[in-house]
C-alpha cells in the first residue's frame, strides 16, 4: 500500500523531478539521523508527499548538502530540512513500516518481515511512546481491517477504501499555523488515502486471488478475479475520479506558491499501465 503515489517520471521535468527529490531525501536524511543508515531503506513515497506538503509552507526550512550512504560513488545530493516536521515524519515513516511488516507477519507468515520486524522493535516500541495519538489510531485501523479481513464480505469498495483515507486524516497531522491550511491538508490526505487504497487493490487483486488473500475487489465473491475487476469496473472508475476531483480542487486553494506546478504533476494520479490492462481503459479517457 505504500508507494502508490509517486512522481511520474515520462511527464514531470527534469527540475519537478530535482525539487520532489530533495524533500525525499530530506525526509531520508531524517530517518538516518534518527533510526541509523538502514532505516533509510524504508522511505515512505506517501509520507514524503505529505513531508512535502506540510514543508513547502514553512518558513524555517531550509537546503542543506551531505554525501548520500547509497551512492557507490559517494554522491553529494541537496535536501530539503525543516525542523518543525522533518523528525515528525521520519518517527511516522518508521511507525508505518514497522507495524506493515507486522501487518505482513500475522497475514503472510513472511519470513523476510518477521526478520525486520525484530531488527526494528526496540526503537519502534521507543517511537511509538513519544507519538501514542498517531500509533493509537494506527493500529485500530489495523484492528478494524484485519475484521474485515476475516468477515471476507462483499461491500462497496468504498467503505474499506474509506478506512484508510480516514486513517492519513486523522492520523497525519504535522503542526500548522492556519487552521484553513491545515484543513485543506487533512482533506487531500483523505481523498487520497482512498486512491492509494483502490489502486493497490487494483494492482494486487490477481496475486491476491491466487495467494488466498483479502481483496476488496473479490471479496465474497467466486470466479475469476479479472472478470470480477471489470464487472465492477464502473464502481472503481467513480471512485478514482472522485479523488482525483476533489484533490485538483483542493490543490488550488492550499498556499503552494512556487511548487504549484510540482504538486499538480504529483497529485495527477497517473494509472499504471497495469491498472488501465486490468479495467480495460485508458488514462486519457478516464480523466477526460
Avoid at 480516514?166 to 491550511?181: A, G, I, K
Amino acid at each position: 500500500m505504500f508507494g502508490t503515489l509517486k512522481l511520474s517520471k515520462k511527464s514531470c521535468t527534469i527540475e519537478q523531478r530535482k525539487e520532489y527529490k530533495k524533500y525525499y531525501c530530506g525526509l531520508c536524511c531524517s530517518l538516518g539521523n534518527q533510526y541509523g543508515n538502514l532505516s533509510r531503506v524504508f522511505v515512505n513515497y506517501d509520507l514524503t508527499n505529505d513531508y512535502l506538503l506540510s514543508a513547502i509552507i514553512k518558513e524555517k526550512c531550509i537546503e542543506k548538502t551531505c554525501i548520500c550512504p547509497w551512492s557507490w560513488r559517494r554522491k553529494k545530493i541537496t535536501y530539503i530540512d525543516c525542523p518543525e516536521v522533518s523528525e515528525y515524519f521520519a518517527k511516522l515513516n518508521y511507525i508505518f513500516v514497522y507495524y506493515k511488516t507486522l501487518d505482513d507477519v500475522q497475514d503472510e507468515n513472511s519470513f523476510k518481515s518477521r526478520i525486520i520486524s525484530k531488527l526494528m522493535a526496540e526503537k519502534a516500541n521507543a517511537t511509538s511512546n513519544e507519538i501514542t495519538r498517531e500509533v493509537g489510531f494506527l493500529l485500530n485501523y489495523l484492528d478494524d481491517l484485519h475484521k474485515v479481513e476475516e468477515a471476507n464480505e462483499h461491500l462497496p469498495i468504498i467503505t474499506v477504501a474509506e478506512k484508510f483515507g480516514v486513517l492519513l486524516e486523522q492520523m497525519v497531522r504535522p503542526s500548522f499555523t492556519n487552521e484553513l491550511d491545515e484543513d485543506i491538508f487533512l482533506k487531500i490526505n483523505y481523498w487520497t488515502g482512498i486512491w492509494i487504497y483502490t489502486m493497490d487493490a487494483i494492482l494486487d487483486c490477481v496475486s491476491d486471488y491466487y495467494k488466498n488473500n483479502y481483496n476488496p475487489i473479490t471479496a465474497g465473491l467466486n470466479g475469476n478475479p479479472l472478470q470480477i475487476m471489470r464487472a465492477r469496473k464502473e464502481e472503481i472508475l467513480k471512485i478514482l475520479k472522485s479523488c482525483k476531483e476533489n484533490v485538483t480542487n483542493l490543490i488550488e486553494l492550499y498556499p503552494t506558491f512556487d511548487e504549484i506546478g510540482l504538486l499538480k504533476e504529483l497529485f495527477s494520479f497517473k494509472l499504471p499501465k497495469t491498472a488501465c490492462l486490468y479495467l480495460e481503459v485508458k488514462e486519457d479517457e478516464l480523466y477526460a
